[in-house]
């Protein structure tokens, strides 16, 4: 079991958006799972009149694990030292049932295809044993800080 | 299943608030919005342009990011909606300062929560 201070090693999110509590299993280069406890603390829930957990959130968390397996091999931990991860794509999400607090979100991730500095990963989310989301094909890719910052102001 | 129909487009403005604490932490040093968070504010301006009507999301159909989006950008999102009596379509196009950074389709159908 990984749990977040590891995890924090990996991936470079933070509180209030890091949003994985621990990894349960994970195959390098192929495939990881990992979970999330929602609960009614976060901020998310602070004005929210609705339980079930924004869909943004549980987008985030399962894109955050897909994140975890792409960088296993190659931590990230800084984006200001290292590179920043992009998503750039995603196809085929099926959104099932809602979350609400008091769930854990099982993410299951399997690399599609792995390029340079990009990888395809495809997955699912389930929620007290039901489908929460099936993600076909979810793009990420890794860039260098200073492709982003030219042309911004500093 | 009624033939489809195109509703009015509409544009909605999304204003970027670099106070949102969700920043602190996306990224420490470099501060970018997560690019899922536009899909929940297209899906919110949907829900809000069909109030009264129960809609549930149940696919992110298709979404390309262009370009990253920073605190304090100011993203126009063009939603256009076809409805073909029971789903409900919205593509939406989100521009900032006229360049393109996001293109993204959402399917809905009526109905409660799940």
Redesign the interface.
């Known amino acids: 079991m990984i749990g977040a201070g590891q995890i924090r090693e990996i991936i470079?999110?933070?509180?209030?958006?890091?949003l994985i509590d621990r990894v349960d299993e994970v195959v390098p280069g192929q495939r990881l799972v990992a979970r999330k406890a929602i609960t009614v603390a976060e901020?998310a829930y602070r004005d929210r009149a609705d339980d079930?957990y924004?869909?943004?959130l549980l987008?985030?968390s399962w894109?955050q694990a897909a994140v975890l397996l792409a960088c296993w091999d190659t931590p990230n931990p800084?984006?200001?030292t290292g590179k920043?991860e992009?998503?750039?794509?995603?196809?085929?999400?099926?959104?099932?049932?809602?979350a609400v607090p008091g769930d854990v979100l099982v993410h299951e991730v399997v690399i599609v295809r792995a390029l340079d500095d990009a990888m395809i990963v495809s997955g699912t989310t389930t929620v007290n044993g039901e489908s929460a989301l099936v993600v076909e094909q979810f793009s990420v890719a890794l860039r260098d800080?200073s492709v982003?910052t030219a042309g911004?102001p500093s | 299943m009624s033939a489809p129909t195109r509703l009015a487009p509409e544009t909605v403005t999304i204003r970027i608030d670099p106070a949102d604490?969700?920043f602190?932490?996306?990224?420490?040093?470099?501060p970018?919005l997560?690019?899922?968070?536009l899909?929940?504010h297209v899906?919110q301006a949907v829900l809000a342009s069909w109030a009264g009507r129960q809609l549930r999301?149940?696919?992110?159909?298709?979404?390309?990011?262009r370009k990253?989006v920073?605190p304090g950008d100011v993203v126009r999102a063009a939603l256009s909606r076809t409805s073909d009596g029971t789903d409900l379509v919205c593509a939406a196009e989100l521009t900032v300062k006229g360049e393109r950074v996001a293109t993204l389709r959402l399917r809905y159908t009526e109905g409660g929560?799940?």
């Not at chain 1, 750039?88 to 049932?97: E, H, K």
């Not at chain 2, 997560?34 to 968070?37: E, H, I, R, V, W």
């Open positions: 470079p999110h933070r509180y209030p958006i890091l901020s079930a924004p869909l943004s987008l985030e894109a800084d984006v200001v920043v992009l998503a750039t794509g995603i196809r085929g999400v099926r959104i099932g049932v809602s800080l982003l911004q | 604490p969700v602190e932490g996306h990224y420490p040093g470099f970018i997560p690019g899922l968070f899909v929940e899906h999301v149940t696919a992110l159909e298709a979404v390309r990011f990253p920073m929560p799940r």
